[in-house]
């Protein structure tokens, strides 16, 4: 594993080889039916599925890869998963020789120094071939694992130094040969994982790739493989067509951003940097995060390289029309430069799993706010700032052990955009991911829920405010070890054209307690039967000045209990008559008018 190897498979690849030509119209049923089967394959793993985090959390992404490693069908599930499965299916391209690729086998890979992102995030691939036995394309499965077999349950592990730490790291293993399991390699892969639902989330993997097989044989069978290929060809090169005259409406320039993690996972280095410079030359946009912190000193912020391209991508992808086929091209019309040693390109063996949180967030963020100097219509951060949810851990009275990964319904991070507050619970980053219910996770785990609601002054204020954050608050009603890793306090999420940042996240153990402390760096520690958690999400961040926002709209987020009485007039500008207990609550139109020139007054001075 090296950077040479990233720079391979990073590389940009040729066209598959076809004497078809095709139009429009049978390009685009062709690529419908591969996203139905993208669709079908993820279905099929959530409602196979054994554990919780993708039976119910729905954390899985569908996608096929063509012959020679580009993304060629629209990926079904959570955008960041989007733009990362192509890379650990060319690893497997870089040995096809060597694995004696065939039809019926089915490979697992999820090393992060192989084209992976963090090790919890298996990908499961098959091979699709035509009638000759050449290779067509690849269908892939990806979802998050609760556990990957290393020093702590869940992969993560605060104070790892290397990838060995937080588990086993899988290039490319055959599961299924020929179509006959491969039973010993199966059942070596599960012993190396703490939970018992694991083998049924793996078979349902393996599963849920042979049935989209199936369905892209009967597909290839009824067009010809030379009209997929050419189907396949016609979408990317469309896509990159659209790209380029997206940039090329942008105006030239360079635009740039930096962005902050508090810090490193044991709090030892602060302030640690992300930084983007979006350049536009025509109908090129070139995203260099030359720059961005490389201290090798640092502990757990280390961002995998397909991560990071995925995650540049994921926020380019944003910034565009939506109706834009997501496919090889964008990467064909994208450069994205990361320097080689940094905290986004890591040298080989760092550890992972935490930095797909950070600082894989903060490269989204910073592609975002570079981005809002043109596009601040578009300029949503596509993020999740917690430093990792809660995660709390113990055994059934059988001995198993247990996981509630904190993936809990919240409010958090939503922010606004030009023309629109901050909306809905998450950001749509997250996509088809349903967050925890009550109702599902306290059957399962020993934890009471006692209360989930938005918190009022949380929001980022701006012409356009984001949504507040909201409080989780939960007891375990068991001994356990909770985890966790907080930042987003001193470096909020960025609010954009004058926005405020949205509110810090805080996390408290032992709530009500005399032990009652904050989280301020890391904890994984036991916490004692009835013991609370108190989790305060940060809210979406602010866009354009507050005091630019329209005082009817603010006293419409009083009486929702958004904004407090008192944050309106410091924050907004915004004086009222009356109150909201009486239900007369009215916008002083004229003691507002003065406010706000004094506020101008105070801020041009």
């Not at 910073?366 to 981005?371: D, G």
């Amino acid at each position: 594993m090296s950077f040479e190897l990233n720079r391979k498979l990073a590389a940009r690849r040729e066209p598959l080889a076809t004497s078809a030509s095709i139009d429009p119209v049978s390009a685009s049923i062709i690529r419908g039916a591969m996203e139905t089967v993208s669709f079908e394959a993820a279905t099929y793993l959530g409602r196979a599925a054994s554990s919780a985090i993708i039976n119910q959390s729905n954390e899985r992404n569908a996608s096929i890869v063509d012959a020679h490693g580009r993304l060629a069908g629209s990926a079904i599930g959570t955008p960041h998963l989007s733009f990362v499965s192509q890379f650990t299916v060319r690893y497997g391209l870089e040995h096809y020789d060597d694995y004696e690729w065939g039809p019926g086998d089915v490979f697992l890979g999820n090393d992060p120094d192989a084209g992976g992102g963090h090790l919890p995030d298996y990908n499961v691939y098959a091979p699709v071939f035509d009638a000759s036995g050449e290779l067509l394309m690849v269908q892939c499965l990806q979802a998050h694992q609760g556990d990957t077999g290393g020093k702590d349950p869940g992969g993560f592990t605060l104070e790892a130094t290397d990838i060995f730490t937080e588990g086993m790291a899988f290039p490319s293993v055959k599961l299924v040969e020929r179509g006959k399991l491969r039973k010993d390699l199966f059942d070596m892969v599960v012993r190396n994982n703490r939970f018992p639902s694991f083998a049924g989330d793996l078979a349902a993997m393996i599963g849920g790739v042979q049935h989209a097989v199936r369905l892209l044989d009967n597909l290839v069978a009824k067009w010809g493989a030379d009209m997929v290929r050419a189907a396949i060809n016609y979408n990317i090169e469309h896509t990159e067509k659209c790209v380029r005259e997206v940039v090329a409406s942008w105006p030239d320039g360079t635009y740039e951003a930096d962005v902050f993690i508090d810090h490193d996972a044991i709090g030892q280095n602060k302030d640690i940097r992300v930084h983007v410079a979006c350049r536009i030359v025509g109908d090129k946009l070139t995203v260099d995060l030359t720059g961005t912190d490389d201290r090798q000193e640092l502990v757990g912020v280390w961002n995998t390289y397909g991560n990071t391209l995925s995650y540049v991508m994921t926020q380019v992808v944003a910034a565009m029309d939506p109706d834009i086929v997501k496919n090889e091209g964008f990467f064909n019309a994208v450069d994205i430069i990361v320097p080689e040693g940094c905290i986004a390109q890591p040298p080989p063996n760092k550890p992972a799993a935490l930095g797909s949180f950070h600082p894989a967030c903060e490269i989204t963020e910073a592609v975002c706010v570079a981005l809002s100097a043109i596009v601040p219509e578009r300029s949503a951060p596509q993020v999740y700032k917690m430093g990792m949810p809660n995660a709390v851990i113990g055994l059934d009275e059988l001995g198993r052990m247990w996981m509630d990964q904190g993936v809990d319904s919240r409010t958090h991070d939503a922010s606004a955009i030009e023309g629109m507050d901050g909306w809905g619970s998450c950001p749509a980053a997250l996509g088809n991911l349903l967050l925890s219910q009550v109702e599902d996770a306290e059957p399962r785990f020993p934890v009471l829920n006692i209360s989930r609601e938005m918190t009022q002054d949380s929001e980022g204020a701006g012409r356009w405010r984001g949504q507040p954050g909201s409080l989780n608050v939960k007891k375990v009603l068991a001994p356990t070890t909770a985890m966790a890793w907080m930042v987003t306090y001193e470096h909020p999420l960025r609010g954009m054209c004058g926005g405020d940042d949205a509110s810090p996240y805080t996390n408290y153990f032992k709530v009500g307690t005399p032990q009652e402390h904050r989280v301020e760096v890391s904890a994984s520690e036991v916490l004692p039967a009835e013991s609370v958690i108190a989790y305060q999400y940060g809210g979406g961040a602010g866009f354009e000045l507050a005091v630019q926002r329209d005082p009817e709209a603010v006293k419409e987020d009083v009486l929702d209990e958004i904004v407090s009485v008192e944050r309106a007039r410091l924050k907004y500008g915004v004086v009222f008559t009356g109150t909201v207990e009486e239900f007369d609550l009215a916008v002083d139109v004229a003691a507002t008018a003065a406010l706000r020139e004094e506020m101008a007054a105070e801020r041009a001075a």
